[in-house]
């Protein structure tokens, strides 16, 4: 059967952030196909950006935290090309090239993951990336004209198999700005 190594997905997020200084909330919706084989993973996918904010925020005033005409926008779309791959250890290896529509500029991303067992229906997940940006990517929407590392992730989440094809997930992230989103 051909499609037995092709896998499609969707996925979906909310944030709201809370703080005296700023409001911000953002949703994103995002379709991923994949193609699986003995040597690794190709994903191909995109990724919709609802900043119910604007892109920057709002001031508790109600102005926009950046009033550039990308710090006021309201949403966004990437598409983007990843590889992936179990290496020694069996730590999961990763690389993604992303392309976001709206500001023309690339950025890359690349990470490491682990995965624990600790019963047949529970594992603990770690992972960690680094990002980097190309074409002024932060530049466009209020940061330095520069390329540069843009942010660091790590996670930790507790997968739950609730039936064969159900999941629920707990997880606990912190998003690092690196020198290219200052």
Same mark, same amino acid.
């Given at each position: ?16 952030? =809370?703080? *005296?200084?700023?409001? @911000?909330?953002? $949703?994103?919706?995002? +379709? ?6 003995? !040597? ?47 290496? =020694?250890? *069996?730590?999961?290896? @990763?690389?993604? $090239?992303?392309?976001? +529509? ?6 890359? !991303? ?73």
């Amino acid at each position: 059967n051909p499609s037995a190594d092709l896998y499609v997905s969707g996925n979906a997020f909310y944030t709201n952030v =809370v703080s *005296d200084s700023v409001t @911000y909330s953002e $949703a994103n919706f995002g +379709l991923n196909v994949s193609y699986v084989s003995g !040597e690794g993973t190709v994903s191909l996918g995109f990724l919709h950006y609802q900043f119910f904010d604007g892109f920057s925020g709002k001031r508790p005033d109600g102005q926009p935290v950046n009033n550039t005409s990308q710090g006021t926008q309201t949403d966004s779309t990437e598409i983007y090309l990843g590889i992936s791959n179990s290496t =020694v250890y *069996d730590i999961f290896a @990763y690389a993604s $090239a992303v392309y976001d +529509l709206r500001i023309d500029a690339f950025y890359f !991303e690349a990470g490491l993951a682990k995965e624990w067992k600790v019963h047949e229906d529970i594992s603990i997940d770690f992972a960690a990336s680094i990002g980097y940006s190309f074409d002024d990517y932060y530049a466009t929407i209020g940061g330095d004209a520069a390329d540069g590392f843009t942010h660091g992730i790590v996670s930790l989440a507790a997968p739950i198999a609730l039936t064969e094809s159900l999941t629920f997930t707990p997880h606990l992230s912190a998003n690092f700005s690196l020198n290219a989103r200052d």
